[in-house]
């Protein structure tokens, strides 16, 4: 049984998986955390109330959520082409990765600063605090338990993404599981892909519980 397992291939798929799952994570949070504190303050009755600009940014938003992921990746190949200078590979594949995850996250960031008392912020403006000490000072550290939950849940989403850019040339376990496993009918493969695929989520959901746990303050 375990000599239909190919390890060398295994380890390198794992490592590529972590790659794009870790740089799509990093770049979701440096896009979707100001995307979505945006989303915010500029809604009615906000700080930075301009619904001009909260419309087109929530219809821009609602567009790359509509469209089904392994479309997207497709629709993006020229823009991992432009970018990259290729279609395959890890490298390319966190472009898609990152243009479907963001917009998802920033709509969880979104929710955790309205889920904060009003109040607050109007406190923090009585007290002459400008708009940005409000958002370093008081949304991102009110909201900062509900962000890191959402980012968790957003990368277990990207590990699951970046099995389905496997199979159109991502690479990671995606890709190893489809050629190496399904299309070689090596059931041991497909399989030892899917475990680690696993418990690849369950290492992420245990460290994003506890940071967001160590981060309440309730």
Do not use: H
Not at 96 to 125: C, H, K, N
Not at 167 to 194: K, T
């Amino acid at each position: 049984m375990l000599n239909e397992i190919d390890f060398n291939l295994l380890w390198q798929a794992t490592g590529e998986t972590i790659y794009m799952v870790g740089i799509s994570t990093l770049f979701t949070a440096v896009l979707g955390i100001p995307l979505g504190v945006l989303l915010v303050i500029t809604d009615k009755g906000y700080f930075l109330e301009n619904l001009v600009v909260q419309r087109i940014l929530a219809a821009v938003v609602n567009v790359f959520r509509a469209v089904p992921f392994i479309v997207l990746v497709l629709f993006l190949f020229p823009v991992s082409q432009l970018i990259v200078g290729t279609t395959l590979g890890p490298t390319a594949a966190t472009i898609p990765l990152i243009a479907g995850a963001a917009p998802f996250y920033a709509r969880m960031v979104e929710t955790a600063i309205r889920e904060i008392d009003r109040g607050v912020i109007e406190a923090s403006q009585a007290m002459g605090a400008t708009k940005m000490t409000i958002i370093r000072k008081v949304l991102i550290p009110e909201a900062l338990p509900a962000i890191v939950s959402g980012l968790t849940v957003t990368c277990v989403s990207l590990i699951s993404f970046s099995a389905m850019a496997g199979i159109v040339g991502g690479g990671g376990l995606g890709d190893a599981a489809y050629r190496f496993g399904f299309q070689s009918f090596n059931d041991q493969m497909l399989y030892a892909c899917g475990i680690i695929l696993i418990i690849l989520v369950q290492l992420v959901q245990g460290v994003g519980d506890w940071m967001a746990r160590r981060l309440d303050k309730r």
